[in-house]
T-cell receptor, first 111, second 113 residues
Framework: QKEVEQNSGPLSVPEGAIASLNCTYS??????FFWYRQYSGKSPELIMS????GDKEDGRFTAQLNKASQYVSLLIRDSQPSDSATYLC???????????FGTGTRLTIIP | GAVVSQHPSRVICKSGTSVKIECRSL??????MFWYRQFPKQSLMLMAT?????????EQGVEKDKFLINHASLTLSTLTVTSAHPEDSSFYIC?????????FGPGTRLLVL
């Protein structure tokens, strides 16, 4: 079992709809959870971080964490073509420890 | 968010030469920086963890004598690819952490001829 698992996609969503990206992790000691967006040929960019169970909203983005189910998700409302990218889920145990990444989900927003 | 810079953004070199890549945290002090490599259409691969004032910790399979890392200050880490070969051509990305969140630099694209 991989430490962090994501559906590789591609996930296609019509413009204006909600895109839902999912991630599961295996280490129950994980404390911090992150979503990064990576455009083709570019480096990852932080979208959201979440540390507590529940929802965290930032603009069109909502991260959801369920530690009991070892599950973290990212919802993108009112999807735009500029949201088309690969989304990376990452977890870590805490502090300065390294991130463990999923393989990423490629999202395409269809105009 | 915090800003991390890398220099150069792109480098082309001849096989056998060495290339140095700089990673700087511009508006925060980073006790820990990380170096990644990414080949086309593949996932990020962590190469090493760099702590200020101490030796870097390399991931399994990464040659420490080939990829020299120096973290001389709280805002600067360097990666030197020694005796580069065409198979070292890749996208090298650093990140720096403020103790909680990792922020990535823009990356350095290395092409070895």
């Amino acid at each position: 079992q991989k430490e962090v698992e994501q559906n590789s996609g591609p996930l296609s969503v019509p413009e204006g709809a909600i895109a839902s990206l999912n991630c599961t992790y295996s280490d129950r000691g994980s404390q911090s959870f992150f979503w990064y967006r990576q455009y083709s040929g570019k480096s990852p960019e932080l979208i959201m971080s979440i540390y507590s169970n529940g929802d965290k909203e930032d603009g069109r983005f909502t991260a959801q964490l369920n530690k009991a189910s070892q599950y973290v998700s990212l919802l993108i409302r009112d999807s735009q073509p500029s949201d088309s990218a690969t989304y990376l889920c990452a977890v870590k145990k805490g502090g300065n420890e390294k991130l463990t990444f999923g393989t990423g989900t490629r999202l395409t927003i269809i105009p | 968010g915090a800003v991390v810079s890398q220099h150069p953004s792109r480098v082309i070199c001849k096989s056998g030469t060495s290339v140095k890549i700089e990673c700087r945290s511009l508006d925060f002090q980073a006790t820990t920086m990380f170096w990644y490599r990414q080949f086309p259409k593949q996932s990020l691969m962590l190469m090493a963890t760099s702590n200020e004032g101490s030796k870097a910790t390399y991931e399994q399979g990464v040659e420490k004598d080939k990829f020299l890392i120096n973290h001389a200050s709280l805002t600067l880490s360097t990666l030197t690819v020694t005796s580069a070969h065409p198979e070292d051509s890749s996208f090298y990305i650093c990140s720096a952490t403020n103790g909680e969140t990792q922020y990535f630099g823009p990356g350095t694209r290395l092409l070895v001829l």
